[in-house]
């Protein structure tokens, strides 16, 4: 398919849209052969299930027909926020993977050969990290016909990689993160008078505590019901002021210029729904963000940038 000349920016809410949103971007021809992901990101995400319930590998093989409708529901009922990456190394999407961390998570710089692969090329059961010989038996690899090989880094934003193309893939909470989110989740139901009399007996079984759940049961109009949420733990949070973000921002534009990153495709996500990015933040990031990568793509010869809004508050 032609594609046009301006690189688009995807924006989502949440992470695991990502791997749908490549693959949109691999069908209107910005991706033409497995790229370098330059991950930046509170999180490496480089989780993955050993097993799908559907292939990752849509089943016509081709572009055409149900090829995103395919993906977009696999995205959705296969792929947890943070295990997109490695299948889409595995579908070749992806080549190498660059991690990389805010300055206030502390993290060292790492790197190490991973690889990844499917039970028969199917694409259902997977294997990673398969001990891979040059002079390895044959038949591994009639088992295994699809395993990919990649670099996988975890690196600081000044040690970025130099003069490549890239899918550039920026989740705002690297730029403000609640790592505690399950203190913010809740959920209320509706019982019946008979389960909220024997409510004392429930609180006293002893496997209650093992849950990691605390309840609660209130009555209201006639109504009864039972609140259940996580057991709070110590708030772990990088809370900046608006000032750092903006300055954060535009290090790393600067970054990204210096150090010669190419974009075919950015994806943008806004980890609002998780609360990985706290919802105060959320929109001051983003509008930043996009004016600071729409300058940066402006300034590449033939390049420009079109934004393609997937929240859920709507198109923009």
């Known amino acids: ?21 490549w693959h949109e971007a691999k069908r ?46 696999f995205a959705e009922n296969e792929l947890s926020i943070a295990g997109f990456i490695q299948p889409a190394v595995l579908c070749r999407v992806i080549g190498n993977v660059y991690f990389v961390y805010p300055a206030w998570r502390r993290f060292k710089p790492a790197r190490r050969k991973m690889n990844i692969c499917s039970a028969f090329g199917e694409g259902t059961i997977l294997k990673r990290n398969l001990v ?26 000044e040690k970025i990689p130099r003069n490549r193309k890239v899918i550039l893939d920026i989740d705002l909470d690297f730029f403000a993160c609640r790592d505690t989110v ?25 496997s209650i505590p093992f849950a990691g759940l605390d309840f609660s049961f209130s009555e209201r109009n006639g109504k009864y019901f039972v609140q259940i949420a996580p057991r709070k733990v110590r708030d772990e949070a990088h809370l900046p002021s608006r000032d750092e973000i903006s300055s954060e921002i535009r290090t790393l534009m600067s970054t990204l210029s210096t ?6 495709v950015v994806t943008v996500c806004r980890s609002c729904v998780s609360g990985y990015c706290p919802k105060e933040y959320v929109d001051i990031i983003e509008s930043e963000l996009l004016r600071g990568l729409e300058g940066l793509l402006a300034g590449q010869a033939g390049a420009g940038a079109i934004v393609k809004d997937h929240c859920e508050r709507g198109t923009r």
Do not use: W
Request: glycine residues 6%.
């Open 1 to 21: 398919m032609e594609t046009t000349a301006k690189v688009p920016i995807y924006t989502f809410d949440e992470h695991n849209q990502a791997f749908y949103f």
């Open 28 to 73: 209107d021809g910005f991706i033409n052969t497995p790229l370098d992901l330059l991950h930046i990101d509170a999180h490496d995400d480089m989780g993955c299930s050993d097993r799908f319930a559907t292939s990752l590998y849509c089943p016509d093989g081709s572009e055409r027909g149900t090829y995103l409708e395919y993906y977009r529901s």
């Open 132 to 157: 891979v010989k040059g002079d390895i038996d044959p038949r591994v690899f009639l088992a295994y016909p699809d395993l990919a090989r990649f670099n996988y880094a975890m690196l600081p934003m």
């Open 182 to 206: 399950r203190n913010n989740y809740g959920y209320e139901l509706e019982i019946s008078a008979r389960q909220f009399k024997a409510k004392e007996a429930f609180l006293a079984d002893r």
């Open 259 to 264: 150090r010669g990153i190419r974009p075919a």
